[in-house]
């Protein structure tokens, strides 16, 4: 039988906040167990918790990046439920009134674009972790990660393959990217995403039982998840059999998911209003001023790099694929003028140097601004194209501005036309046999005699002027002849 | 000197005048409790080495003229306050070798003046309860009769400023644990207004409901301990940020004339002893003649305080509670296999029966199916009841009535009738519930002897009005105010 | 009274509370009159009145995002009575 799948998710991502959400211990990653926790992130008796404002602030822009309403009163709930890497046996959440509500994002389809709803977003605090693999008899609990902020956005079903939940997830990680509050590294846990899973027979309306699968944190794993969920529910509905609703774990090793029976009884999460956080509240006014203290955001830079600068969708995309490359690009355009120019150079040259080396658009060791510099010196017919990449060689080695290193290796095109005119004649004169070929009618050896001349002039010759040069030569001993 | 007449404001100024020094005062104190705790059991732990260190570092200030009002005051304060290397029990088992690494904010401020911390005193376990005897380590007495009980769950706080083994006490009240105990043993107790003083570092029973608040001997007294703990806390976001104003202190003055008081009819039930109920007239007599107008009014709201309160701190408590897991800290069950076999092992084994009652009701409470029938009916009453305090305090300056329906019980009398203890909070839940000052003071003695409480509870951050009320009753009262004989 | 018992007993596992049968028992007595003093409330008719979902009347107060000195592990893990190379330790999950 045909199914057609609901896929909803749950996508958590960190804030890259300094201090954690309730207490100002450090945010970070990796490091020795419990070295970045205080009496309040472990949850010690008597501690009390205390809102970090930038958390707040990092959810807020997070929804206007997200195309949401804000809440001008929201309040934190506690979400009760045991667990050995939840300090205080709550997690301090939002139940019924979050910080953003009502958004979503719009992405491409086989079928066109499709507008996929938010429901929410709302601010809490992450759990610590645990560590099975030192003893056979016991787990251990390091809270380093405990109070980290976290959002939580909630999609409405409206996902209906895992080609579609890639392209989402992908879009709001670029947004949340471009926000500046999260880094969204989902190898270290920054991104992570429960996804939530029913079919139904192809001509039926009513939604199926549905599954969630719990904490996936790399992109391929919730497609390749939601691909295997789709699967196992199919098979089990063929063989007539009922699809029971649970938690369950993806295995991303093993490629396939197993029912959690340990959670089974912590449904029943009693959220009650948080007494020790007093509601947040805004005005109008505060949520439009962080709405203008947000970057540009990717959606936008696409069309005006596509509208605007001309460049293909490819190129743009391929630009847009992290914060500083894009910063990167613009600044190079907007020094040069030639948005065209400056994004086939950084794709084709700068891009290879950084693959080569492996490194990211952060590690490049100068600003966009400075490599404009460059391409304009090519602009202006300055420097040769060829000449450009080597000075951009020079300038990843070295970091010397690109002015300094033309005028060290004498990269300067020669516009004097007394002195090209005595080279091609030196050269003409060196090579009378090719010069007499041509005469005869090969125009082949126009391009040998003209690689000479360039070589002689070790590159520097404007090849427009050298080339006017040596045809007006031979025109010359043409008409002699 | 007679330290059983002792008054912080007294000791100031014997301090004041080098008549005594700290040293000399705090060895009185650690004197006395060595000689009548033994009968009177207040005290968990007695810090009396470090008592005398910090007495000699306030003998210094005062030599140099640098002593604040609390310099040199030896006090004692209840064991659910965090201080840093002291144990703190919270009179449980589960708490039994429990040794914060951080102080609350309360007593660093107290620190701060340099006041002598005596010791920690006992509390009904987790400050559940209304006589102390729910302490897993110590039942307290009743220094006015030692078969009785002292309240709770402050008892500790009460009984060692009654009893003078301390000159002030900080306690805790969630839904009356200062001020009941204080009624139970003749002393003054002062519950501020709801994020009046930071709760860090207050071991949290109903965090929407607790607050720290201080026992003394006097009015004056109360009020000088309050100036000294009270103040936005950064470490505490429900902590109020206020104008201060002039201290606390200087507020008991002033008299009552022209005060309007009102008493609510609600109070005024059958469960009200008479004894009780003829000092709460004879009060009304007596503010009447200092010049206030006393008149009763209706706020039917209150007849479901007790119930609304119950819900409102049980489920709060059972989330509060959730955290000790034998994990991280406190009593962990031995020989576990599991997680949920340590963590229900170790529940069932650390906490005593109260704390049980109070955890199950709060988990009924918010269970699923359940919120909107008790937790959430709660919350509409707590704004009902705040509404009619609203109201009633667009009439009158203060609300008068009774602390408890009783005095102080036989030890033992009501430890199987866990409803009946909870129904005789019934005066003092409301000013927890609506966030409200209250303060409560002798003002009178039953046949037997034994101190009879009245209440002032006032607006919110509406301390000075209780305060000047209280004191004004007090100086009148003064000549039948009695002191325990030990 | 089975039926109140049986809920008792959900509820003592929701809280965590692994009861003796004894305890169990006789704690649900004292539940039953207590409950019955909760449900006084359940009569009453309430909905017009908006629940007191704070006792707060301020909101915000917040803190600066500025990230101080954390605790010494020591510390953090002092009260721990069974604590393995700078963690807590739990019986081994397995779910």
Excluded at chain 2, 116 to 145: C, Q, R, W, Y
Excluded at chain 2, 394 to 421: C, I, R, W
Aim: aromatic share 8%; hydrophobic share 35%.
């Amino acid at each position: 039988m045909k199914y057609i799948p609901t896929i909803g998710l749950e996508i958590h991502a960190e804030l890259s906040t300094k201090s954690k959400i309730f207490c100002d211990c450090p945010v970070g990653f990796g490091g020795e167990p419990n070295t970045r926790c205080c009496p309040v992130c472990t949850g010690m008796p008597g501690t009390l918790p205390v809102l970090n404002k930038t958390a707040v602030e990092y959810t807020v822009k997070a929804g206007l990046a997200l195309n949401c309403q804000i809440n001008e009163f929201s309040k934190l709930d506690r979400k009760n439920y045991f667990y050995p890497d939840l300090p205080k046996a709550y997690q301090i959440s939002q139940f019924d009134l979050p910080v953003c509500k009502d958004g979503g994002l719009t992405i491409n389809t086989p079928e066109g674009e499709k507008f996929i709803r938010i429901e929410r977003i709302h601010l809490e605090e992450d759990a610590g972790k645990l560590l099975h693999d030192s003893y056979d008899n016991y787990s251990l609990a390091d809270y380093n990660r405990c109070g980290v902020p976290l959002i939580e956005i909630v999609t409405k079903p409206d996902l209906s393959s895992s080609d579609e939940a890639r392209e989402f997830v992908e879009k709001v990680r670029l947004m949340l990217l471009y926000s500046g509050i999260s880094d969204c590294r989902m190898e270290e846990g920054s991104l992570r995403a429960d996804v939530n899973v029913s079919i139904r027979p192809v001509g039926t309306d009513k939604l199926g039982t549905r599954t969630e699968m719990k904490n996936i944190n790399s992109i391929r794993g919730i497609a390749r998840c939601i691909d295997a969920e789709i699967e196992r529910q199919s098979e089990l509905l063929d063989e007539g059999e009922a699809i029971t609703q649970e938690t369950r774990r993806w295995d991303d090793n093993k490629g396939e998911s197993k029912s959690m029976r340990s959670k089974e009884d912590a449904h029943d999460y009693r959220y009650f209003p948080e007494p020790d956080v007093v509601p947040i509240s805004f005005t109008k006014q505060q949520i439009e001023a962080l709405r203008h203290s947000l970057p540009e955001l990717p959606n936008k830079r696409f069309a005006k790099y596509t509208a605007d600068f001309g460049l293909s969708e490819t190129d743009a995309n391929l630009l847009l694929t992290s914060v500083s490359l894009s910063d990167f690009f613009e600044s190079t355009a907007k020094e040069c003028g030639n948005p065209k120019a400056a994004s086939n150079f950084i794709i084709v040259e700068v891009l290879r140097r950084l693959n080569d080396s492996g490194l990211a658009a952060e590690a490049i060791p100068f600003g966009g601004n400075v490599l404009g510099r460059l391409l304009k010196m090519v602009d202006g017919e300055e420097i040769t194209a060829a000449n450009a990449k080597k000075v951009l060689a020079d300038m990843f080695d070295t970091g010397m501005e690109p002015e300094a290193i033309v005028a060290g290796k004498g990269y300067k095109v020669i516009n004097d036309t007394g002195e090209v005119e005595n080279t091609v004649r030196e050269i003409l004169a060196a090579n009378e046999k090719a010069v007499a070929e041509y005469l005869e009618g090969k125009e082949k050896t126009f391009g040998f005699l003209m690689g000479q001349c360039s070589r002689a002039l070790a590159g520097r010759g404007n090849p427009k002027v050298v080339q006017d040069i040596l045809r007006s030569e031979l025109n010359r001993l043409k008409g002699s002849c | 000197m007679d330290t059983t007449k002792l008054t912080i404001k007294e000791a100031r100024s014997l301090l004041d005048s080098r008549k005594i020094s700290v040293t000399e005062l705090t060895r009185t104190y650690l004197d006395r409790i060595k000689t009548y705790d033994d009968k009177i059991d207040s005290y968990l732990s007695v810090c009396g080495e470090s008592a005398l260190e910090q007495a000699s570092e306030a003998q210094k200030l005062i030599d140099s003229g640098k002593g604040e009002m609390l310099c040199g005051i030896p006090l004692s304060i209840k064991d659910n306050i965090c201080i840093e290397g002291t144990p703190t029990t919270c009179a449980s088992k589960m708490l039994e070798n429990f040794v914060p690494p951080y102080t609350a904010t309360a007593v660093n401020k107290l620190r701060a003046q340099n006041s002598v911390i005596l010791g920690k005193v006992n509390l009904d376990e987790f400050a559940m309860g209304g006589s102390t005897e729910n302490s897993a380590f110590k039942k307290t007495k009743n220094p006015f009769d030692t078969t009785r009980v002292p309240g709770g769950s402050s008892g500790g706080s009460a009984a060692s400023v009654s009893a003078s083994l301390a000159l002030g006490s900080l306690g805790s009240d969630t839904g009356g644990s200062v001020r009941q105990p204080a009624a139970f043993c003749g002393v003054v107790g002062l519950k501020p207004t709801y994020g009046l003083v930071s709760r860090y570092g207050l071991v949290a029973f109903a965090s929407s409901l607790d607050q720290i608040g201080p026992i003394g001997k006097t009015v004056e007294d109360c009020a000088i301990i309050l100036d000294g703990i009270c103040g936005q806390d950064p470490k505490d976001g429900t902590s109020l940020s206020y104008e201060a104003g002039a201290s606390y202190a200087s507020a008991v003055s002033g008299g009552i004339k022209d005060y309007k008081i009102g008493l609510p009819k609600e109070y005024l039930t059958e469960g009200l002893n008479s004894e009780v109920r003829n000092a709460l007239y004879k009060s009304i007599e007596t503010l009447e003649r200092l010049g206030a107008k006393v008149e009763e009014f209706s706020m039917p709201s209150l007849k479901h305080a007790v119930p609304a309160y119950y819900l409102m701190s049980s489920a709060e408590a059972s989330s509060n509670l959730s955290r000790y897991d034998g994990v991280k800290y406190g009593y962990r069950a031995e020989n576990c296999r599991s997680f949920n076999e340590l963590i229900g092992r170790s529940r069932a084994e650390g906490f005593g029966r109260e704390v049980k009652r109070r955890i199950l009701l709060g988990t009924y409470a918010l269970a699923s199916g359940y919120y909107d029938a008790y937790y959430k009916k709660a919350l509409k009453l707590r704004t009902l009841i705040s509404q009619g305090f609203d109201e009633a305090f667009s009439k009158y300056d203060v609300v008068l009535h009774p602390t408890t329906p009783e005095t102080a019980f036989k030890l033992g009398q009501n430890t199987d009738d866990p409803l009946s203890m909870y129904l005789a909070d019934i005066y003092t839940v409301s000013a927890n519930i609506a966030g409200l000052p209250s303060i409560s003071l002798p003002c009178g003695y039953d046949a037997n002897g034994l101190p009879i409480g009245l209440s002032f509870t006032g607006k919110p951050l509406g301390e000075r009005e209780i305060l000047r009320a209280a004191a004004t009753f007090e100086a009148d009262f003064a000549p039948e105010f009695r002191v325990p004989v030990l | 009274m089975a039926e109140a018992n049986d809920y008792i007993k959900y509820i003592a596992g929701l809280a965590k509370l692994s009861l003796e049968d004894s305890e169990m028992q006789s704690l649900a007595a004292d539940m039953t009159g207590i409950i019955g003093l909760m449900d006084t409330l359940r009569d009453l008719d309430t909905d017009s009145i908006s629940a007191t979902e704070h006792i707060s009347k301020i909101t915000n107060n917040m803190r600066e995002d500025n990230p101080g000195t954390p605790f010494e592990t020591e510390k953090i893990i002092s009260n721990s009575k069974h604590g393995m190379e700078n963690c807590f330790s739990i019986p081994k999950m397995i779910d």
